[in-house]
């Protein structure tokens, strides 16, 4: 899983998955964009990385929003002269709730940063791929949109989106060498659990309700998924693309 000389940008970096992805590709020899909407997350990320003797660099960006996917994109290529991968991390949900108590806002929000920022990730980053002879784009989905849970309806159909997109965008650009994978995580120890667990409230009986449907016994940690991430966007892959690879201790079987 050597990404050496590599650079890449993670989107949502500031903690959780995304964070657990930049510090492992950054172990592995990459150049990193610590991208995040909260400045404050993607600098402490950003810092103990340099702090470990890698090389990071913060994007302070709204994926919702092309102005701000731009400059993040032109960013990486100014700051390390190129760009070679795009994690499409960042993401949201709803509280766990009937689907018809969501509201529309809510929704809206939803499916902006779940969705609409894989269109924008790849307006600003498929042409400089493109340009470049080739790229990899991986995007973290969900097993909610290969098995979904009641209650997460809106965020299901999201995460469903985001899975047939990587497919879909994998048969166009592979003639141009862009690769695109996703990574499909079962609910993980992040600070978005509450939301995701029945009823919205991380208690030790709704953590082992879900548990209790994961063979192998546990959450996912970002360690699971950045470990998934960083193969699918290494050397090591290169005939790999179209994949969305289930981290999930087994839900999905």
Known sequence: MKLQGQVAIVTGAGSGFGEGIATLFSEVGASVVVADIRSECAERVAARIRSSGGKATVSVT???KNDEVAAMVKLAVDTYGRLDIVVNNAGTTHKSQPMLDVDEATFDLVYAVNVKSLYLSAKNVVPLFKAQGGGVMINIASTAGVRPRPGL???????????????????ELAAFKIRVCAVN?????????ADFLPGGQDTPEARAKVISGIPLGRLSRPLDVAKAVAFLASDEADFITGVCLEVDGGRCI
Not at 153 to 171: D, E, F, P, Q, R
Not at 185 to 193: A, N
């Open 153 to 171: 309806t809106w965020y299901n159909g999201s995460k469903g989106a985001a899975i047939l997109l990587t497919k879909s965008m994998a048969v």
């Open 62 to 64: 709204d994926v919702t």
């Open 185 to 193: 995580p079962v609910m993980g120890e992040t600070g978005l659990i």
